[in-house]
């Protein structure tokens, strides 16, 4: 087996999810859509199934698992609906990953059992209306009084952060003149105020909220890893969330593949189905070249990661990976639409559900320019 080939219990695991996904997301989700509803009640099934718990490990209730588990987990849901795709992503990589990896024995042992088993979901306050890229221009401000910390400031764009089971969000904010630091704060807290679903393009299913603080008070012990530290961890948070959103990417031009094969065969045109037509042919084998592509590359980083590469070349391969396979995801809706022609501009199939969920992939967890810049600097040149 080489490096870049899943196994046969990650292939099994993938006809698992496959399944669930078929039988529990795909029959509601163009009506989930619609309605912009986010189903706690599926979460709950996500957590049953152990979705969530996937990399972490037995003693919190997971099952321990490697990265490129939870890539397989996520690439299957993103088939056949993104949204739900990036509600675990999100829920493990930017929910459970911050405590897991810098939390206390005790915020561990607080928060990780029912961030595990779907019971809560949690978000990662990062991105402010005036800090997305350059995220080391944190606003947001936390300062001790009494053993509290105080938390004045404004997040935008915060995934998984304002649903019914949303349990906390871990903020990062500026604790000193030139310390940003990570802080959980539980939902409900007084002056943390949850503002209203934003209107998106796609990600309708999506839970995604700004947020506000004024004033919110919580306990000197919320701190998250040392003081400090927040611009580091929540950089290791990123590359980790980047061969995740790869994942994510590759899902959704395996899903536009597979809808556009069927379609091809099944309408006919002049008394032929479309796809023995050679433009069409020929659309869809560039199509499968680039899902291919796009999978090893994602699966690439992913074994880089589960063989404890330095965080360098991982952090280089996440940056390839999230540049390509999102990127070939936004090329593989255009594909699809056009192989659907007037079909593909209407709501009752999934192809206009896509072409609306693919370009936020070249935006979230660092912008297709932000990975030009990273790999850039792993080549060694000095670009700003």
């Known amino acids: 087996m080489t490096a870049f080939e899943l196994s ?4 099994t695991f993938r006809k698992v999810v496959r399944d669930f996904a078929e039988r529990e997301v795909a029959p509601h989700v163009a009506q989930w859509d619609r309605d912009h509803h986010f189903p706690v009640d599926l979460v709950r099934s996500m957590g049953e199934l152990g979705l969530f718990g996937l990399v972490v490990p037995e003693q919190y209730g997971g099952s321990g698992a490697d990265f490129t588990t939870l890539c397989v987990a996520i690439e299957e849901l993103g088939r056949v609906d993104q949204s739900v795709g990036i509600t675990l992503e999100a829920g493990v990589g930017l929910g459970i990953n911050p405590i897991l990896t810098f939390g206390t024995d005790e915020q561990k042992d607080a928060w990780l059992p029912d961030l595990v088993a779907g019971r809560a979901i949690a978000g990662f306050g990062l991105t402010e209306p005036e800090a997305g890229s ?16 105080v938390i004045d400031g404004a997040k935008a764009f915060i995934t998984n952060s304002g649903t019914d089971i949303t349990s906390l969000v871990t903020v990062t904010a500026r604790t000193g003149p030139d310390e940003i630091s990570a802080i959980i704060v539980p939902s409900g807290t007084p002056g943390f105020t949850v503002e209203p679903a934003y ?6 299913i999506s839970d995604t909220h700004g947020l506000t603080f004024d004033g919110a008070r919580v306990p000197e012990a919320n701190l998250l890893g040392r003081r400090g530290d927040g611009f580091k961890q929540f950089l290791a948070v990123l590359d980790d969330g980047r061969i995740a959103i790869s994942a994510l990417a590759v899902g959704l031009a395996q899903g536009c593949l597979d809808v556009s094969l069927r379609y091809a065969n099944e309408r006919h045109t002049f008394g032929k189905p479309i796809g023995s037509r050679q433009a069409v042919a020929f659309s869809l084998a560039d199509l499968e070249v680039s899902v291919e592509a796009a999978r090893l590359l994602t699966y690439k980083a992913a074994a880089l990661k589960d063989a404890g590469r330095p965080a360098k070349a991982v952090k280089h391969a996440a940056a390839v990976a999230k540049l390509y396979s999102t990127e070939a995801a936004v090329a593989a809706t255009r594909v699809a639409t056009q192989v659907f022609g007037g079909n593909g501009f209407m709501e009752e199939y999934p192809v206009a559900r896509f072409y609306r969920d693919a370009k936020i992939l070249e935006i979230g ?10 790999i850039a600097r792993g080549l060694g040149l000095p670009v700003s």
Request: proline residues 0%.
């Open 199 to 204: 209107e998106k393009l796609g990600w309708h």
């Open 8 to 11: 046969g219990d990650h292939e």
């Open 365 to 374: 967890e660092g912008t297709s320019e932000v990975q030009r810049m990273l």
């Open 134 to 149: 350059d995220a080391g221009a944190t606003r947001t401000r936390a300062v001790l009084d009494g053993g509290d910390w």
